[in-house]
């Protein structure tokens, strides 16, 4: 039994490197999915109670800007783990929505900073604050990680994404022989007509003529035109 393999179905061994970080991430976009669904509801709940007289402005504001960061910080928890899943099984996709996702952390996480950096510090939100930092440098790491090892031509095989070797430009084809020519119809006609002068009873230089057209339509070789004009020239 002859067994045939395609390379296409031979299946990839994901890289070390690609599972460490998958799971890692994994843990993260839960995180980041239990914590954006937190603050929301804790927002959502403080919401009506925004106008009460007895509340610092920073609330007026603060808490809307938070109530949309968390809610874009639950999504992006959420798409991180259809990332993870297109990583951990080589999907193509995974490749940009990875690089894309962990750009868009970083963003949300200097929000939060900056947005908890306004508060005032009666407010007690430091502890909010130093979260956020934190977060924002967890944030960096994974940045410089996954652009940089998701770069690697391994790892861009491995997912799909690696680019196609650039192919030598073909060699070109040497000029066919005189001897395989291809003639033209109208050529075809003009040999034909040649070959029945030669052998014709016309005159010696009329036979030349036509043998000469044969030979330079490459029908007959120089040796065969040599070796017949003799024949023609000695019937003189």
Not at 123 to 138: D, K, M, R, W, Y
Request: hydrophobic letters at 50%.
């Amino acid at each position: 039994m002859t067994v045939v393999c395609k390379m296409s179905e031979v299946k990839q061994k994901r890289p070390d490197g690609l599972t460490a970080i998958a799971l890692l991430w994994f843990v993260g976009a839960l995180l980041s999915v239990l914590n954006g669904f937190l603050v929301l509801s804790q927002g959502v709940a403080a919401f009506p109670y925004l106008s009460s007289s007895g509340l610092h402005e920073w609330f007026s504001f603060g808490v809307p800007i938070e109530i949309v960061l968390s809610g874009l910080v639950l999504a992006l928890g959420l798409v991180q783990i259809v990332a993870v899943f297109g990583l951990w099984t080589g999907k193509k996709y995974s490749y940009k929505f990875a690089l894309a996702v962990s750009v868009v952390h970083v963003v949300l996480s200097v929000c939060f900073v900056v947005l908890y950096a306004t508060a005032p510090a009666e407010l007690g939100l430091i502890s909010s604050l130093g979260f956020s930092v934190l977060g924002l440098a967890v944030g960096l790491v994974f940045l410089v990680v996954i652009w940089w090892y998701l770069r690697k031509p391994h790892v861009k095989a491995f997912l799909g994404v690696a680019e196609a070797a650039k192919q030598p430009p073909p060699l070109p084809s040497s000029p066919p022989a005189p001897a395989f020519r291809e003639v033209s119809e109208q050529t075809g006609e003009e040999v034909a007509q040649a070959e029945k002068s030669v052998n014709a009873d016309d005159g010696v230089e009329a036979r030349l003529d036509a043998l000469r057209k044969l030979r330079d339509h490459n029908y007959i070789s120089e040796e065969e035109y040599e070796r017949k004009r003799a024949e023609l020239l000695a019937k003189v």
